[in-house]
C-alpha cells in the first residue's frame, strides 16, 4: 500500500505561479509513473502531467510551456513536484497526486484545490 501527501494547492491570481508535492511511501519499489491528474467542476478527470521512474514526462498540451514536472527518489520514498507557471483561470481545479505500479494498480491521493482569480 502506497501512502500520498500532497501539499502546495492554494489561491493565486492570473499569471501567477504555484508548486505542488506529492510525496509517496509505503509500497514505492514498484511505481513506475507518477504524475498529477486534475479536474474542474462538471468534467472529467484529466491527466495534467506525469513522469515515469525513467524519467520520461507527458505534459498535457494545455500545459505544456507553463508547466514541469520532477521527480525524486530514495530508498523509501518517491516525491513528484509540479512547477506551475503563467498560471490561467482556466487551471482552476482540484488536482489530484496518481501513481501507476507494475501490474496495473493505482492508488490517488485526496487532491488539493487550485484556484486562479484575480
Known amino acids: 500500500q502506497v501512502q500520498l501527501v500532497e501539499s502546495g494547492g492554494g489561491l493565486v491570481q492570473p499569471g501567477g505561479s504555484l508548486r505542488l508535492s506529492c510525496a509517496a511511501s509505503?509500497?514505492?519499489?514498484?511505481?513506475?509513473?507518477m504524475g498529477w491528474y486534475r479536474q474542474a467542476p462538471g468534467t472529467q478527470r484529466e491527466l495534467v502531467a506525469s513522469?515515469?521512474?525513467?524519467?520520461?514526462?507527458?505534459?498535457a498540451d494545455s500545459v505544456k510551456g507553463r508547466f514541469t514536472i520532477s521527480r525524486d527518489s530514495t530508498r523509501n520514498s518517491v516525491t513528484v513536484d509540479l512547477q506551475m507557471n503563467s498560471l490561467k483561470t482556466e487551471d482552476t481545479a482540484v488536482y489530484y497526486c496518481?501513481?501507476?505500479?507494475?501490474?496495473?494498480?493505482?492508488?490517488w491521493g485526496q487532491g488539493t484545490q487550485v484556484t486562479v482569480s484575480s
Open positions: 496518481n501513481t501507476l505500479h507494475y501490474g496495473g494498480s493505482a492508488d
Open positions: 509505503g509500497r514505492v519499489f514498484d511505481i513506475y509513473d
Open positions: 513522469i515515469t521512474r525513467a524519467g520520461t514526462t507527458n505534459i
